[in-house]
Nanobody
Framework: QVQLVDSGGGPVQPGGSLRLSCTVS????????IGWFRQAPGKEREFIGAINWPGGDTYYADSVKGRFTISRSVPENTVYLHMDSLRPEDTAVYYC??????????????????WGQGAQVTVSS
């Protein structure tokens, strides 16, 4: 079974940085993508960005370009979301996700097939 485990959340002060990790197992397709999403209280789930496999090309939502960076460790099947210059409005539960159709991940579909459990990020002073 496909499983995603995301981790690395926690409290951080405004202007600080945080790195989330997402380790994927049970996914055997040669070409796919891993996406990052977040959901703040009372708001809809928001697409952050994605990285494809095996090429490593990245895609970002306009709202986070220049502050968030997606990277990967191929041997460890792990994708990272590095967040810089964090703001209180970045407070949310962050999820990684994937799907058998990589194009759905890249386009930020909210109905992907596989999701991590979520990592809480709280930005406050």
């Amino acid at each position: 079974q496909v499983q995603l485990v995301d981790s690395g959340g926690g409290p951080v002060q405004p202007g600080g940085s945080l790195r989330l990790s997402c380790t994927v197992s049970g996914f055997t397709l040669n070409h796919y993508a891993i996406g990052w999403f977040r959901q703040a209280p009372g708001k809809e789930r928001e697409f952050i960005g994605a990285i494809n496999w095996p090429g490593g090309d990245t895609y970002y939502a306009d709202s986070v370009k220049g502050r968030f960076t997606i990277s990967r460790s191929v041997p460890e099947n792990t994708v990272y979301l590095h967040m810089d210059s964090l703001r209180p409005e970045d407070t949310a539960v962050y999820y990684c996700a994937t799907d058998s159709r990589g194009s759905r991940v890249i386009e930020g579909s909210p109905s992907l097939s596989y999701w991590g459990q979520g990592a809480q990020v709280t930005v406050s002073s």
